[in-house]
């Protein structure tokens, strides 16, 4: 999830979680604030009747006429029962039904005076009252239906103001985010842009003190830094592959020049052999490392050319035969029915040459046979070349690390290497887009495949 989403989603919930505090806050006080207001309307319900009974001369022939006159209309389905000092009920505002009440409230009145019951439907109001030296029972019920209706209303109207508020601070979240922080993704578009090629490439900088602002100063100070220590490197690596190649291209003339001699003893002439191969090894190995130091996956597809892969594989041959010329190659193009078969790919054919003459030279080199069997497949997809050879299989655990620096397997134990060659390889088509694997479908048999994506 990318910043701006995260900062959004955050902003979004944490106002949702307070605003919904807020609304329940608000929905429960005024819940409250209702029934205060209703239980008041009580008490002066209460005291309304009481006025009434003390001035009333004939109590049981204007009661009906009075209490239909002067019924509470916030006080919907109000009932009034009246009982004297007896608890004998001597009036009701309920005509059309049987009147019941409950007794124990009575009593629980001679107690406590006055109780108001909120839990029932509907509500009671009771209180014991002394009117002109009699005392009276008067229960008040009745059910709040404008409160209600009112709370109902407020309900609703908080529920659609949360969900309206939490869409439109989730919508304004993103979209301010997205204009602040839309420096820091400019900033990371022209950071992606750096290779080690384009080093010197300096990120734009507002005249501010922002966090971002800051970032971008800093980030050109380390771009600087990174291109000294990426120039220094390159230098040495490329002057010291062209000063390192001068002397070894002349060890290699005298060893040839030695060799010719016919005054060697077996010995000298089997110890001159090798070290010619191993200068010629190292001459291969500075030839790639100062190829390497002109490319990188960035600015290697502009100097892209058509290649012929097989006519590669052909001049790859001829060079490690010099070095191993007892070793063959049994080459084979497979049939195909795709009309794009032209065993051509976009690429550097100098740094392809670096790729097959360090699998051939694998095969010369640890094959039991010197022979070198090498296999085009071609589709409309992939170009697929095999290069397979007999000798000892290199085991599961070593398979993970075979294309790592320095890496040399069991059966390389006593053969000159640098054990950088795969890696090379490796690093070469990576450039390419291409991949290498190693498998061994039989037994003391080692496969390269390289595949191209066409």
């Given amino acids: 999830m990318s910043l701006k989403r995260k900062i959004a989603l955050t902003l979004s919930i944490s106002f949702s979680l307070l605003f919904g505090i807020v609304l329940i806050i608000i929905y429960v006080s005024f819940n409250d604030f209702r ?5 008041e309307r009580f008490v002066r ?33 109000e009932t009034i029962l009246i009982f004297n000092s007896k608890k004998e009920l001597i009036y009701s505002t309920i005509k059309d039904r049987k009147v019941t009440w409950d007794r124990n409230l009575l009593k629980e009145v001679d107690q406590k005076k006055s109780i108001h019951i909120e839990k029932t439907f509907p509500e009671v109001y009771a209180a014991l009252r002394n009117i002109n030296g009699e005392n009276y029972y008067i229960l008040t019920s009745a059910f709040d239906t404008n409160g209600q209706s009112k709370l109902d209303y407020l309900k609703y109207l908080l529920i659609t103001a949360y969900i309206t ?38 990120v734009p900088v507002e005249h501010s003190n922002d966090e971002i602002s800051i970032l971008a100063r800093s980030f050109n100070t380390m771009i600087v830094r990174l291109n000294d220590v990426f120039q220094s490197q390159k230098d040495f690596t490329a002057s010291a592959s062209h000063e390192i190649r001068t002397p070894i291209t002349r060890m290699a003339f005298q ?63 001829e060079q490690v035969q010099k070095s191993y010329p007892n070793l063959k190659m049994d080459f084979l193009i497979a049939e195909n029915e795709s009309e794009n078969a032209f065993l051509t790919i976009e690429g550097v054919k100098s740094l392809l040459d670096i790729v097959f003459i360090n699998l051939l030279k694998n095969a010369a080199v640890y094959s039991d046979d010197g022979d070198a069997k090498v296999l085009i497949t071609e589709d409309d997809r992939n170009l697929i070349v095999e290069v397979a050879s007999v000798g000892s299989a290199i085991s599961e655990e070593e398979q993970s ?13 006593h ?37 191209f994506n066409k």
């Fill in 401 to 413: 690390r075979l294309f790592d620096a320095f890496m040399r397997g069991n059966n390389a134990q």
């Fill in 35 to 39: 029934k205060e207001e209703f239980r």
């Fill in 165 to 202: 508020s939490t869409l439109l601070i989730g919508f304004f979240s993103y979209y301010f985010m997205g204009r602040f922080l839309r420096p820091l993704e400019d900033l990371n578009k022209e950071i992606s842009e750096v290779t080690a090629h384009k080093l010197t490439t300096q």
């Fill in 255 to 317: 060893l040839e020049n030695l060799i010719k001699l016919e005054q060697h003893s077996p010995e000298t002439l089997s110890a001159l052999k090798q070290m010619q191969k191993d200068v010629y090894q190292l001459s291969d190995l500075t030839n790639s490392l100062l190829l390497l130091t002109k490319f990188d996956k960035e600015n290697i597809q502009s100097i892209y050319e058509e290649v012929r892969i097989d006519e590669v594989i052909f001049e790859s041959f």
């Fill in 45 to 77: 319900r209460l005291d309304f009747t009481t006025n009434f009974i003390s001035k009333s001369k004939n109590f049981e022939m204007e009661a009906p006429i009075f209490f239909n006159e002067n019924s509470d209309n916030i006080l919907l389905n």
């Fill in 415 to 451: 053969i000159a290497g640098s054990g950088l060659g795969l890696r090379i390889v490796k690093r070469i088509l990576e450039y390419h887009g291409a991949e290498i694997q190693y498998s061994s479908p039989e037994q003391n048999i080692n496969k390269f495949s390289v595949v």
